[in-house]
């Protein structure tokens, strides 16, 4: 595609209930990240898969959160029994890093409100 | 692991310059500078590898100090399209990544 797209670009659900955040990255990009930022807050580390290799996932920040990325090209961000301090936004950003790091692209971000 | 960013926030006129440092604990393999706009997405500026030299684009450069673990953003003859917040990224291995708290700036006329 053009660039990083990510759906849906925004969710409201009910405290409890589980939510699938994706990213479809640009074609042809082996590298694949989620980062999560709150109202106001500066960005967090979630997770980083590269091609086919098995993704750090120390940077989750709790049990209930988990990352897939099938085929090497889409990614789903699952959240388990959301709870109201999971509200961010979830922006997914990838890069082609092939012969060195290349520029890194985001997608416009999943607004993830829990009431 | 987070970097420390200074200045938290900076006010600039048109045309001056500015410089935003980021400090890390770690030894890094790399870091990554972002621009983020009100409301929108982050936007990669650049990224200085370990062993790397200073990059510039456009009228920003950055540096990456390996023995201090520090990297210094300079922006120069600033326009106001250059305002926003700008996050310093740090990498202390292939794996993980961590932001700055980041740096408010903002260009007057």
């Known amino acids: 595609g053009a660039g990083v797209s990510q759906s849906p670009s925004n969710k409201v659900t009910e405290k409890g209930k589980d939510v699938e955040l994706r990213c479809d990255p640009i074609s042809g990009h082996t590298a694949l990240y989620w980062y999560r930022q709150s109202l106001g807050q500066g960005l967090e580390f979630l997770i980083y898969f590269q091609g086919n290799s098995a993704p750090d996932k120390s940077g989750l920040p709790s049990d209930r959160f988990s990352a897939e990325r099938t085929g090497g090209s889409v990614s789903t961000l699952t959240i388990q029994r959301t709870q109201q301090e999971d509200s961010a936004v979830y922006l997914c950003a990838s890069s082609s890093q092939t012969g060195g790091v290349d520029t890194i692209y985001f997608g416009e971000g999943s607004w993830l409100t829990v009431v | 692991q987070q970097p420390v960013q200074s200045p938290q926030a900076v006010i600039l006129r048109e045309g001056e310059d500015a410089v935003i440092n980021c400090s890390s604990s770690?030894?890094?393999?790399?870091v990554h500078w972002y621009r983020q706009k009100h409301g929108e997405a982050p936007v990669f500026l650049m990224i200085?590898?370990?062993?790397?030299e200073q990059k510039g684009h456009d009228k920003i450069s950055a540096s990456f100090n390996e023995k201090k673990q520090q990297s210094s953003l300079y922006l120069t003859a600033s326009q106001l399209s250059y305002s926003g917040t700008y996050f310093c990224?740090?990498?202390?291995?292939?794996?993980?990544?961590?932001f700055g708290t980041g740096t408010s700036l903002t260009v007057i006329p």
């Open positions: 990224g740090t990498e202390p291995n292939g794996n993980q990544f961590y």
């Open positions: 770690k030894a890094l393999y790399s």
């Open positions: 200085l590898l370990k062993g790397g």
